[in-house]
């Protein structure tokens, strides 16, 4: 089954804001057929010593509640 890119920017849209907040975004990049996401985190995001943390307790979880079949994220450079 063919994941719903357009449901993980849904769900990417719901983080945004508060990624923003503190000068930094995620990008879609691509969704392989395991079910891996892969990001981009931009601005602050790219560089920050909790993007660990606000990749795999923020913008993964919500992505797995809101897309079915997605099993991970991984960011990318």
């Known amino acids: 089954m063919a994941i719903d890119k357009q449901q993980i920017e849904d769900a990417l849209d719901e983080i945004r804001p508060a990624l923003i907040a503190d000068g930094g975004n995620v990008e879609l990049?691509?969704?392989?057929?395991?079910?891996?996401?892969?990001?981009?985190?931009q601005g602050a995001c790219s560089g920050c010593p909790s993007a660990t943390m606000t990749l795999k307790m923020g913008i993964e979880r919500t992505i797995k509640e809101k897309v079915p079949g997605v099993t991970s994220v991984e960011a990318i450079m």
């Open 29 to 41: 990049v691509d969704v392989n057929d395991e079910g891996t996401v892969l990001v981009r985190l």
